[in-house]
């Protein structure tokens, strides 16, 4: 598979250059989508290969970054170096326009090696073109990291360090020493932070205190350029980046920078908190980072700002106790879904780094400055918008990262706290000041995404904490009791019932939460909770891959509004559905971007929430247009017994083939019936523990194989286990008894990938079979082959898929398929007709593994004859269609068939006769022996030809004669030489 141009990209920052633009250092792709666009000469196409990939993006940074002008810069240019010897230097700047026009190559300011060569190799090459030209410096960067390094002719010629290259209007002596009226904004800020990262990652400090570092570093620019004076702190000069003792320095004033943060604001930093990177990597990020200014009047620049600083830091912060980063994209669609006002009190009961809060003030803002009001009348809502936002997060850490990209960002921080929202809502718990703005009944607005439980280690069982919450104890008629759950409870569950309880009435949640709680029994309480207080306004189901690569979690989002203060809950609604297929990335997190028309790719994520957004908008208009996966159904309509929330339970597609199948069962000659009606033999195998019994040996007289899915699934033996039961138990001999399959019943996968539908042949009877696999056993022949052809068609399929639940693997129990439905033709001789043909079928793969098995134990015999002798082949006549083409074999079932077959019916009807299925089932080897016979007599043996080849070589005007049928299809087999020269068939 081709490596996506774009692969070198998060799917994070995909994500975030989707919602502010597209990045302006992205190369651009011809027509074709396969060539390069040149950035200096638009009407130049280059071959797109990695080196010239990074050429194109570094000629951007500078030209957008540096203010180059295109004209002052070439591309790939000759450098002489004496006696006729040239060579390429892959970019060349200037220093003046006519220079470059002219090639000048005494008037090169500096040259750029962008090479994936290593930086020594890199350092070599740039000597030669720097000390061959006039060039000041030079460049050499790859595709992760970037060095700068000046000139110097005395007292010898070297290349040194330097910590930046200048702008057209700097000098080299000057970089680092501009005013902060002359920082300049970034045209790219997600791409400054990840360059700074990569400075800051060669320190080899762990990935949290790196990323923590990356906060420290940025608060002190932020102060710097907030203080008064009009001279910098946050600088480092050429000079000092020579020495360590000047870089020391560099390194010293940032420090003390952030140590005035940290003292202003003791509610988010320790009082000993401190930078924790060496001075010569904080002094590299300060060259990257001085030239610019972080902080502008410009309200959508904050937003800009603020949304890459939060991905930069959700990137780079560890999963840490059942915790993950929500996908930007759901982010902006549950604050779209919610649509935030100034006059809401936004709360995130788990607030992680601040994700969903700092984007509802950016919803907020983007709002007021579309709306016409005075300035002051703006500033005044902004401010009313600061102090009505808040959240609580368990880990510090992420407080002090979500406080300082409100710091950043201009949002509010004052109330955001370190605590555990799953503890009483008293002063005990929580600061008193948070309280009065957020405790109980304030809030208007929940955005959230709790921690999931994942495993049941990570259950709550805190008596203390349990004692709360309904969903943590155990139901009787429809009402808790007073007995906890054993074995703890589900953490989600516990904050779907607090954000429940802690809303004020009138208010709304917008919720990320495990699947399981839409149609699991675990959660059935937290359901008849949800419907007690509350109305469901929305319920999607997120693709699988949406918090890939952390977790393998399924999760959904509920859209929920508590009735007003004095309102009665509504009797019925609709409620809103979708089920989101894709998500903008794999299961790895690589990026999956759309194509166009043409089929190229483009810098678009893949992905379908915008979709869902939008129809959720005509939802709340009374409209919903007709689609499989968008639609809605009311509180009525769902499973009164269940609560079941799951929109993959309610699809059209799912529910319209079920409404097929009734209405076909209450036609005239049909009738309509469950798999349990037919024979209630429907039951899943005996779990037992079966460590102890796993052996890697594969011969004993005790072993027995132990067939998985897979191993049913797959021709792969090494998917079969082998199980010693000379250690079983007599517990677990008795599960392994009731665990074997059993001939002519049907299997069906119950986990991970549902509703794989076996027919258990000769060679399983008596196998031993995994319990994630259901038996049905239907003593009636002819029905137990109607109903397995059932589960195969999407009758069945859709009716499996429908029930099936969980969280972190999809589930189906026995009663699931029990209560398919299933149409059945009062006709018997129809049943019987199509019961043949599955017969068949399923005689014909038992046939084919005797084959194969005959066929092993004579290359057994043959690998075993003493010195490989072949004699052990005399009298084996039963292996001659194996070894010697299959002549007897052929001759007796073309000889059966020509006496049994039924006279007087066409041709697809005769070739339902066992014997011309078991011709097909020979295969290939059938070919020439087909021929043959065709040659001696012509016959109906075109559709046994057509089904192994896939082949029709009988023109149109000769269908339905004979002789001309068998020379087209003789003239065939010759020509791919299945018949000799003489026309003889081999």
């Known amino acids: ?177 501009l005013s902060k009226d002359r920082l300049t904004k970034p045209k790219d800020i997600k791409r400054l932070l990840r360059i700074c990262h990569q400075k800051l990652f060669r320190s080899g400090i762990e990935s949290e205190d790196l990323a923590m570092d990356m906060v420290r570093i940025i608060l002190a620019k932020w102060r710097d350029e907030v203080l008064p004076d009009p001279k910098p702190r946050f600088y480092c000069t050429p000079e000092e980046y020579r020495s360590a003792s000047g870089r020391d320095a560099a390194a010293r004033r940032v420090q003390e920078l952030f140590a005035e943060v940290r003292d202003q604001s003791p509610d988010v930093f320790d009082s000993t908190e401190d930078i924790t990177a060496p001075p010569d990597h904080v002094a590299e990020v300060v060259n990257e980072l001085q030239p610019f200014r972080l902080l502008v009047d410009e309200d959508a620049w904050w937003d800009v700002l603020g949304a890459a600083y939060e991905q930069y830091t959700a990137s780079h912060f560890r999963q840490n106790n059942g915790q993950f980063f929500t996908n930007r994209l759901v982010v902006h669609m549950m604050v779209e879904m919610t649509n935030p006002t100034p006059d809401d009190v936004v709360l995130d009961p788990a607030g992680g780094s601040g994700g969903f809060i700092t984007a509802a003030v950016r919803h907020v803002r983007r709002r007021l400055i579309e709306q016409e009001l005075s300035e002051a009348a703006r500033r005044h809502l902004f401010d009313q918008v600061r102090r009505s936002v808040g959240l609580i997060e368990k880990a510090p850490r992420l407080v002090k990262v979500a406080k300082t990209a409100a710091i950043l960002t201009g949002d509010g921080h004052d109330n955001f706290y370190p605590g555990d929202s799953l503890r009483p809502l008293t002063d005990a718990w929580f600061h008193p000041g948070f309280l009065s703005r957020f405790g109980p009944d304030r809030p208007t607005l929940i955005l959230t995404n709790p921690p999931y439980a994942g495993t049941t280690e990570g259950k709550q069982s805190d008596p203390e904490i349990l004692q709360q919450f309904d969903v943590a104890k155990v139901w009787r008629n429809d009402e808790p009791t007073d007995l906890l759950i054993p074995g703890g409870t589900p953490p989600e569950l516990l904050f779907f019932e607090r954000c429940i309880h802690w809303l004020r009435p009138g208010g709304r949640i917008g919720i990320v939460i495990a699947r399981g709680m839409l149609d699991t029994q675990t959660a059935l309480s937290a359901r008849k909770l949800l419907f007690s207080h509350a109305h469901v306004r929305a319920v999607i189901s997120l693709h699988k891959d949406t918090f890939e690569p952390y977790t393998g979690v399924k999760t959904c989002v509920l859209v929920i509004e508590k009735p007003g203060e004095g309102e009665k809950l509504e009797r019925d609604y609709p409620i809103y559905m979708a089920v989101s297929r894709k998500i903008g990335q794999d299961s790895q997190g690589v990026p999956i971007f759309r194509a166009d028309d043409q089929g190229h790719e483009t810098e678009e994520l893949d992905h379908d929430l915008d979709e869902v957004l939008r129809a959720y908008r005509q939802f709340q208009q009374g409209i919903l247009p007709a689609s499989g996966f968008i639609f809605s159904v009311k509180k009525s309509e769902l499973d009164r017994d269940t609560l079941n929330l799951n929109p993959q339970h309610y699809l059209p597609a799912y529910n319209d083939s079920i409404k097929r199948a009734m209405q076909l069962g209450e036609q005239e000659g ?196 003493p010195s490989g002798e072949t004699k052990v082949l005399d009298g084996l006549h039963d292996h001659d269609e194996i070894l010697g083409g299959g002549d007897q074999e052929f001759d007796r079932l073309t000889d059966t068939w020509e006496r049994e077959r039924p006279r007087g019916v066409d041709i697809a009807e005769m070739a339902m006769h066992p014997a011309y299925q078991r011709i097909i089932g020979m295969g290939p080897r059938a070919i020439p022996l087909l021929l043959r016979r065709l040659q001696q007599k012509p016959g109906h043996w075109f559709w046994a030809l057509h089904a192994i080849t896939g082949a029709n070589p009988v023109p149109l005007e000769d269908q339905g004669n004979i002789d001309a049928m068998s020379a087209a299809w003789l003239a065939w087999g010759k020509q791919r030489g299945y018949t000799q020269e003489d026309d003889r068939v081999v």
């Open 1 to 177: 598979m081709p490596e996506s141009r774009l692969a070198n990209i998060t799917q994070t920052e995909a994500a975030l250059a989707e919602e502010t633009g597209s990045p302006l250092f992205s190369v651009q792709y011809a027509h074709d989508g396969r060539r390069l666009v040149d950035f200096l000469d638009g009407e130049i196409l280059l071959e797109d290969k990695p080196e010239e990939r990074r050429r194109q993006e570094y000629l951007r940074v500078l030209h957008y970054e540096y203010g180059y002008p295109k004209q002052q810069m070439r591309r790939e240019v000759a450098i002489n170096i004496g006696s006729g010897t040239k060579i390429a230097a892959d970019i060349v700047v200037y220093r003046s326009v006519e220079a470059a026009r002219r090639n000048d190559q005494g008037q090169i300011r500096f040259c750029v090696e962008v090479k994936a060569d290593t930086e020594k190799t890199g350092h070599n090459q740039l000597v030669s073109y720097v000390f061959f030209t006039s060039a000041e410096g030079a460049v050499w960067t790859n595709a992760k990291t970037t060095r700068y390094y000046r000139r110097l002719d005395a007292p010898d010629h070297r290349l040194e360090p330097c910590n930046g290259i200048p702008r057209p209007t700097e000098t080299w002596d000057t970089i680092g020493l």
């Open 670 to 865: 049909w009738t309509i019936k469950t798999i349990g009606n037919i024979d209630p033999h429907v039951f899943k195998g005996a779990r037992f523990r079966r460590q102890n019994l796993e052996t890697t040996r594969r011969e004993g007289s005790d072993l027995e194989p132990f067939f998985t899915p897979a191993a049913l699934l797959q021709d792969r033996a090494d998917s079969i286990k082998f199980l010693d039961l000379a250690k079983a138990t007599k517990a677990q001999r008795e599960d392994i008894e009731a665990s074997r399959a059993q001939r002519n019943e049907i299997l069906v996968t119950r986990s991970g990938s549902i509703g794989r539908v076996m027919y258990v042949t000769a060679q399983l009877d008596g196998a031993l079979i995994s319990d994630d696999l259901i038996h049905v056993r239907i003593a009636e022949p002819d029905l137990r082959y109607y109903v397995y052809l059932m589960l195969k068609a999407n009758i069945g399929q859709y009716q499996m898929m429908r029930n099936e639940y969980g969280s972190v693997q999809q589930h189906l129990e026995p009663k699931h398929v029990r209560d398919i439905i299933v149409p059945i033709p009062e006709d018997r001789n129809v049943i019987a007709a199509l019961a043949r043909n599955v017969e068949r079928s399923i005689a014909a793969k038992e046939a084919s593994w005797e084959k194969e098995r005959a066929a092993r134990s004579l290359l057994q015999q043959l690998v075993c004859s």
